[in-house]
């Protein structure tokens, strides 16, 4: 996935696979950090969720460039431009927000060269692209930091002495932030988001020198006392969207959200935009929204819920979900499901499910049948478990897809019912398809296919008949995205051909601007693909 240098081997210029590591390293670095960058978050809100972020948003970058790289051999300027759309759609949080404009205005950039000099000039525009998109900056922030790098190299050179120069002037800038802002110095922190930057910053230079530079200044083992930074007398809600509108459209929202609250951030261009601000009427700021353009991924949190919730005692609870393949399976069980293997023509029976249960060994149980014909048979195991005393909530979802959108807003820190509820309305919004080859003539709803003919079946019904898999597979992935969709999940087994994953992720690239793709290997024993679209 990315390359590693000798600690005597350094880099003279970013190119596409130095991108490739820089992402991946980026990644693993906030995932380290992510708690640490949690437990100093005290502002903008004192919501304790900057590192998690920070670290969604690089994942979503990250997810971008193996992507590309999965579809082709990118060059830097593809790669760079992949890294900043990713972060744009993935961008969570006030931090991941101005982290992502500060890769895009790094992207612009470093697309016309990767030496010391590009990187330098990339830095600066990142910097001032970030500042610009804040409504009203505020030193001690992010914005700081990002400006400090800039500056420590904005004389160019050569890659590794920017790259050095640049995170030695966000670390010291970083440890300043705490004599800037009030509510840092009450807390006795640096700056969340800026720690943040520096991590980034951090994955470069050890990109480009192989080396891992020393810590930035670390954060208290234990979260900062709400009461060191009280939050009443700010706005109740975050809001955040992805917006599709023109650059005078957005001008005007701009202003109509910064009428109605604070923590304004607008990023993005060329028709695409994500939208963060705090306010007490989201209801408002979505309309701005709907009036400026077409909003999407509309995320609202209520700070003060959220701050009530506090730290949860851990439900003992698991997710048992039936799944074709042992890609699948791996999948599912790598995000804590125990997994149930379908076999072709082999339904497991009930027994099987209520076994996959007890070995769960669990108080509270989701289960997730991922198929139509099964919810009977999922529906009389779970009425077992309970009378063994497992609380079950049966899931039905038709797909292995809408299970793996249900695994993916799993959260057990949640009440029981509260997570059943968001389980089951990630699984409900996720329309599927699936690709099969018929194995004999017969009658179906889009007509007669013959033995060998490709079938796209949506919703359980066959939809679309062709003769190539791929160009069936875009027929039907065109049809499922004329009603709308924001991520599309595409599930390919082993036999499946090599070409086709990557062939409809450029084709959704292409034609869908504000729609983000997902692969997954289901390996042996599933259908030839699986299509979800959110």
């Not at 193996?66 to 593809?78: C, G, K, L, N, R």
């Not at 009530?308 to 005692?313: H, V």
């Not at 599927?432 to 079946?457: I, K, N, P, W």
């Not at 919703?459 to 679309?464: F, I, R, S």
Request: charged share 20%.
């Amino acid at each position: 996935m990315s390359r590693a240098l000798q600690p005597s081997e350094e880099l003279v210029e970013l190119d596409a696979e130095a991108v490739r590591t820089w992402c991946a390293r980026a990644l693993d670095a906030l995932g380290r950090e992510r708690d640490a960058i949690d437990a100093i978050n005290v502002y903008p809100v004192a919501d304790g969720d900057t590192g998690t972020n920070l670290y969604l948003t690089a994942e979503a970058a990250h997810r971008a460039v193996e992507s590309v790289f999965a579809a082709s051999a990118p060059d830097t300027a593809e790669t760079v431009r992949a890294m900043a759309h990713g972060a744009l759609l993935g961008a969570r949080g006030n931090s991941g927000t101005i982290l992502s404009q500060l890769l895009r205005g790094m992207a612009g950039v470093l697309a016309g060269g990767g030496d010391g000099d590009h990187l330098a000039r990339a830095l600066a525009e990142a910097a001032r692209a970030a500042r610009e998109a804040v409504a009203h900056p505020v030193e001690g922030t992010i914005l700081t930091v990002a400006a400090a790098a800039a500056g420590a190299c904005a004389g160019g050179g050569g890659l590794v002495d920017v790259a050095r120069n640049a995170h030695e002037g966000a670390t010291t800038a970083l440890a300043a932030t705490s004599g800037q802002l009030d509510v840092l110095a009450r807390a006795g922190v640096v700056d969340a988001g800026g720690r943040g930057l520096v991590t980034v910053l951090g994955a470069l230079l050890e990109t480009v020198t192989g080396q891992t530079p020393p810590p930035a200044r670390t954060a208290p083992v234990t979260p900062v006392p709400a009461e060191v930074c009280p939050t009443e007398d700010g706005p109740a809600y975050e809001v955040i969207y992805l917006l599709e509108a023109g650059d005078a459209a957005v001008e005007l929202l701009r202003g109509r959200l910064d009428a109605l609250g604070d923590s304004l951030v607008v990023v993005g261009g060329d028709g695409l935009w994500n939208v963060h601000v705090h306010v007490d009427d989201p209801g408002a700021a979505v309309e701005a929204g709907i009036e400026a353009g077409r909003p999407h991924r509309i995320r609202i949190t209520h700070f003060a819920a959220e701050a009530a919730t506090g730290p949860a005692e851990r439900a003992q609870r698991a997710v048992v979900a039936v799944v074709p393949g042992e890609g699948l399976a791996g999948l599912c069980a790598e995000a804590g499901a125990t997994t149930v293997r379908t076999r072709p023509g082999e339904p497991p029976a009930g027994d099987e499910l209520l076994d996959a249960i007890r070995r769960a060994h669990a108080r509270e149980v989701v289960l997730l049948p991922n198929d139509t014909d099964l919810r009977q048979t999922a529906a009389a195991a779970a009425e077992r478990a309970r009378a063994e005393g497992i609380r079950v909530a049966l899931i039905p979802t038709r797909a292995a897809v809408q299970g793996i959108a249900a695994l993916a807003v799993h959260e057990p820190d949640r009440r029981f019912d509260e997570d059943v509820v968001a389980m089951t309305a990630a699984a409900g919004a996720t329309r599927y398809a699936e690709l099969a080859v018929a194995e004999h003539r017969s009658f179906t709803s889009a007509g007669v296919c013959q033995a060998g003919d490709v079938l796209g079946l949506i919703e359980g019904d066959v939809a679309v008949i062709g003769k190539d898999l791929t160009e069936t597979a875009r027929t039907v992935l065109d049809r499922m995205l004329s009603a709308g969709g924001e991520l599309v999940t595409l599930v390919v087994a082993d036999d499946t051909p090599p070409g086709l994953a990557p062939d409809l992720e450029r084709h959704v690239r292409r034609g869908y601007l504000a729609v983000d793709t997902t692969t997954y290997h289901a390996g042996t024993g599933a259908p030839p693909l699986l299509i979800g679209v959110e």
